[in-house]
């Protein structure tokens, strides 16, 4: 039996995980703001020089992207030079100045390099490798939690978000569509990634020593029937990479993590077996959110994305969806979620008492660009009767394989 300090019970693991990172030094997710906007920069001495300045990089950072190769560090770096005269400006200084956008900073900023994206968990998770399939050649930036990924991306820490939205075998990622409505983010895209799970221990556990395994609830979800087969005890922690950590940094002998071979590379940890996921084909579907909505367009296959409610009475989620049906129009996806600000709608009745009806929110996908006029009539046709409506997005569909 491992001793306690070996075996650490799962309402410390999320404190253990990131007051480990702290200690180690390495790349350190977003936590709270502003601290954190200065510990993703790639060059450590420019890093080191913006301690104190970052209220004022929040307010500056949309244009960081365009900004030059040090993703956004020298704009930075240049509060105050302005009042320098150009008779002080030596040599030296005219390669630290800011320098005028080329065409091929824009160019580059249109296919997403350079651009700084967050992402839920740590370097390793699928989220990360998401993001780069999104936007190649970006700054991939870790997020404690979902929520800190929509606020980086509100206050311009940071260009674009890419999170979970479903998967295939686990089903919806809940807590995402939640934010999508309480945050005021744009769905600019869609990513889809074939998630491959592997059993991770440290070096020399076999697979009959391990007790117990940790990873984020929808990959536990995923390889449910393997697990269950291994017989382990399952303890959900906030992103895969996190759990390969964890055991990695605890040396634990009787525990292992449910997350990717790049996870087992990065936290040394050894892959017990590969592609445990109870289906082989096993895909999450990411969004990608921005500031911004995209323009939409008519060329390509588009999806756009609504949340609407609906008053109480028979047939009217019928009536909501035949709007798209007698217009042909395709719907991908439909969630329904508790509607938070106003979970209950009471009915009066004069025979009966009060009835307590569930409020909800339903959230449609449909295969459809805003750009296209049969979708604009239907939207304009389910505004008629619904009590309330946003468009989310409108945004390229991802027809690549995952
Ligand atoms: O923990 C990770 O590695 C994540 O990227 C999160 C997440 C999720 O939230 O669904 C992403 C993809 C997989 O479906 C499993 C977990």
């Known amino acids: 039996m491992a001793s306690t300090s070996l075996a650490p019970t799962p309402s410390s693991i999320h404190f253990s995980i990131h007051s480990a990172l702290r200690n180690e030094g390495g790349r350190k997710p977003i936590t709270q703001f502003p601290r954190i906007s200065l510990k993703w920069r790639r060059n450590p001495s420019a890093a080191a020089s913006l301690h104190g300045v970052a209220g004022g990089r929040g307010e ?3 244009g960081d992207a365009l900004n030059g190769s040090n993703n956004g560090v ?72 979902f929520e800190t990924a929509f606020d980086a991306v509100e206050r311009w820490l940071v260009d674009r978000a ?16 939640d ?5 005021k983010l744009h769905i600019v895209g869609e990513v ?27 990959a536990l979800a995923q390889c449910e029937h393997n697990l269950t087969k291994l017989g ?21 002998q009787d525990t292992g993590a449910v997350a990717s071979s790049l996870a087992a590379e990065i936290y040394g940890l050894d892959i017990l077996a590969r592609d445990i996921q109870d289906d082989s084909d096993n895909v999450t579907r990411f969004l990608m959110l921005a500031r ?8 390509k296959p588009f999806k756009t994305s609504i949340v609407f409610s609906l008053e109480e009475g028979p047939g009217m989620l019928f009536k909501a969806l035949a709007v798209f ?78």
């Open 60 to 62: 500056e950072g949309g």
């Open 74 to 145: 020298k704009a930075v770096e240049l509060i105050g030079v302005s009042d320098v005269t150009h008779a002080e400006i030596s040599s030296n200084d005219s390669q630290t100045l800011p320098r005028p956008l080329s065409v091929s900073d824009v160019a580059n900023s249109v296919d997403g390099s350079r651009l700084r994206v967050a992402y839920q968990g740590l370097p390793g998770a699928y989220s990360e490798a998401a993001a780069a399939k999104a936007y190649p050649n970006c700054e991939a930036v870790p997020c404690e939690l």
């Open 162 to 177: 890419v999170l979970p939205i479903e998967n295939s075998l686990g089903g919806s990622i809940h807590r995402n569509y």
């Open 179 to 183: 934010l999508l409505l309480r945050h």
């Open 192 to 218: 889809k990634y074939a998630v491959r799970h592997c059993l991770l221990a440290n070096r020399g556990v076999k697979k009959e020593n391990l007790k117990r395994v940790l990873s984020h609830p929808q």
């Open 232 to 252: 382990v005890i399952r303890e959900a922690v906030d992103d895969t990479a996190g759990a390969a950590k964890f055991v990695a940094l605890n040396k634990l």
């Open 292 to 299: 911004e909505p995209i323009i939409p367009s008519t060329g």
């Open 325 to 402: 049906a007698m217009r042909d129009i395709n719907l991908t996806k439909i969630e329904s979620r508790p509607c938070r600000k106003k979970p209950f709608r009471v009915i009066d009745d004069i025979c009966t008492i009060p009835l307590k009806y569930f409020n909800y929110l339903f959230y449609v996908d449909f295969e459809a660009s805003m750009a296209d006029p049969n979708a604009q009539n239907a939207l304009r046709h389910l505004k008629e009767f619904a009590t309330f409506l946003r468009v989310l997005g409108s945004y390229p569909m991802d027809v690549t394989e995952a």
